[in-house]
């Protein structure tokens, strides 16, 4: 029986950030791996590679994902969007990272990424979640620095302050 080469790589191609990108992928390279190395999107952190800390979600085709449970061929067609995306423009963060900012809601930073790409798609389809929501909705996510209270904070009030926005903004 003929061996598979683990030269044999892959085109794969979708809409990253807005953008069309293409490069080549062994089968088994993950997207987290994809991402930072193929395409130099270093935004998505690599932890655990189990699925389980959050620190590598993006969101494919609108829905959150682990991009270390997710194969780069897996990608090939999809609509990806990174941490990259949140800033409205180069040098002004979106609602939700300012928030973390004023409420020192990171503290290495390993875990953010990861998030805040789950909190800005969470407060896109529920924008009014109360404190318990958002608990529940973080037990997704692992940080072992800042004891979740000031990301509550920061999520809380990102939320308050979204709602405000005119919807044509």
């Known amino acids: ?4 080469s683990a030269e044999r790589r892959h085109r794969v191609r979708f809409t990253l950030n807005g953008s069309a990108v ?3 992928a062994e089968p088994r390279m993950l997207l987290t791996d994809f991402l930072r190395h193929e395409l130099g999107m270093t935004g998505t952190h690599v932890g655990c590679e189990h699925g389980v800390c959050g620190a590598c979600t993006i969101e494919i085709n609108g829905v959150p994902a682990r991009a270390c449970l997710t194969l780069a061929v897996q990608a090939d067609g999809a609509t990806i969007r990174t941490v990259e995306a949140l800033a409205p423009e180069p040098g ?8 973390f900012r004023r409420h020192h809601a990171l503290q290495c930073g ?11 798609n969470y407060l896109r ?6 404190e ?3 608990r529940v909705f973080l037990g997704g996510h692992l940080c072992r620095c800042t004891g979740y209270v000031p990301i509550l904070a920061a999520a809380m009030d ?3 302050r979204l709602r405000e926005v ?4």
């Open 125 to 130: 389809q529920r924008p009014n979640p109360t």
């Open 22 to 24: 293409e490069a080549e």
């Open 158 to 160: 990102a939320a308050k």
């Open 110 to 120: 390993f875990c953010t990424a990861g998030i805040l790409m789950s909190l800005d």
């Open 166 to 169: 005119p919807a044509n903004a």
């Open 92 to 99: 002004r963060l979106s609602i939700l990272q300012e928030a």
């Open 132 to 134: 318990e929501n958002l």
């Open 1 to 4: 029986m003929p061996r598979l």
